[in-house]
Nanobody
Framework: QVQLVESGGGLVQPGGSLRLSCAAS????????MGWYRQAPGKQREWVAT???????NYADSVKGRFTISRDNAKNTLYLQMNSLKPEDTAVYYC????????????WGQGTQVTVSS
């Protein structure tokens, strides 16, 4: 099973930018899709963005136009470029691997904390 390690989070002011990374222990070439998810205190985990095998990207309405998901298969790494950050983006961000049925196939990592505050 693929192991995932998220990094790149931190404290940023509203309107600022961050780039998150998700390093996979194994190859992601054959993964149907990879995605970013986030969980704020007291709330359930929510979907943020998905990158399909052919690099087609999909985004939640709340981040569309501000976030960009991408992958580097050679480095087995998934990225999330976050621009124009808002306080409501504050959460722990996680990545995972999905099969063709939409089920998660990797263990959840520790995530990386993103805090947007002035």
């Amino acid at each position: 099973q693929v192991q995932l390690v998220e990094s790149g989070g931190g404290l940023v002011q509203p309107g600022g930018s961050l780039r998150l990374s998700c390093a996979a222990s194994g190859s992601i070439f054959n993964s149907y899709a990879m995605g970013w998810y986030r969980q704020a205190p007291g709330k359930q985990r929510e979907w943020v963005a998905t990158s399909l095998r052919d690099a087609t990207a999909n985004y939640a309405d709340s981040v569309k136009g501000r976030f960009t998901i991408s992958r580097d298969n050679a480095k087995n790494t998934l990225y999330l470029q976050m621009n124009s950050l808002k306080p409501e983006d504050t959460a722990v961000y996680y990545c995972n691997v999905l099969n063709r049925y939409g089920a998660f196939t990797a263990s959840w990592g520790q995530g990386t904390q993103v805090t947007v505050s002035s």
